[in-house]
């Protein structure tokens, strides 16, 4: 695993999101990205070391594959929408079991999942057992709902975290500000932004490194 590759999944992981329930977000926008791409299969997948994993689909069975046959894993290499016209044309994807087996995949398009810190973690794909197209009007609409699950996915750790915060501080069950040592109340949101207490201490894995 290299350097970039190991930051990628390290991303991936802060997002707890691989092997968690169904959510009904998700699974509104794979529908949605079906019915405006006209394409019979919609997933959201992430990518980890040798799976892909999907957080929602729509006319796919299994909720995982192999990283070494994934599509997707092309589509994390770059920025752009990933297309496939016609995998049975395509030497990368001929023999591929995705293709010559059940879905038979002929047609693919795959807009990765860029977070903030710029890793790719996933797709938002399309698939279609026909030789197919997008139109400019379906990517730019599938490039949109791609957005939007990327959204979703920092929303739902911001949630995530703000809830552990939560637990971790005296908090108003009414306001929901938070008790300062000085006897003072402060809104939750203005306590966040002026930055939370941090302490002098160094966790050992960072002492490590400092003395490497």
């Keep these: 695993m290299d350097e970039h590759e190991q930051h990628r999944i390290e991303t991936l992981e802060l997002y707890d999101i691989i092997d968690t329930a169904s959510e009904d977000s998700f699974d509104k926008l794979v529908k949605l990205a079906a019915l405006v791409c006209e394409m019979p299969i919609s997933l959201v997948s992430l990518v980890d070391e040798d799976r892909q994993w999907f957080k929602a689909r729509v006319g796919l069975v299994p909720q995982e594959t192999s990283r070494e046959i ?3 894993n092309h589509a994390i290499q770059q920025d752009d929408i990933f297309i496939v016209a016609d995998a049975q044309k395509d030497s990368r994807f001929a023999t591929n079991p995705l293709v010559t087996l059940d879905p038979n995949i002929r047609f693919y398009a795959g807009a990765p999942l860029k977070m903030k810190n710029g890793q790719n ?3 938002l794909c399309v ?3 026909e030789a197919s197209t997008l139109s400019p009007t379906q990517l730019e609409a599938l ?11 920092e929303f739902r750790r911001s949630v995530k975290r703000l809830s552990l915060l939560k637990s ?6 009414w ?3 938070v008790s300062l040592k000085n006897g003072e ?6 306590y966040i932004q002026n930055g939370t207490p941090v302490s002098h201490e160094i966790c050992p894995s960072c002492d490590s490194r400092n003395h490497e």
């Design 121 to 123: 973690i996933g797709t």
């Design 70 to 72: 994934a599509f997707c």
């Design 175 to 177: 306001c929901q500000s």
């Design 127 to 129: 698939i279609g057992k």
């Design 143 to 153: 490039s949109t709902i791609r957005d939007s699950v990327v959204t979703l996915i």
């Design 185 to 190: 109340w402060q809104p939750l949101m203005e």
């Design 168 to 173: 971790l501080l005296p908090v108003c069950a």
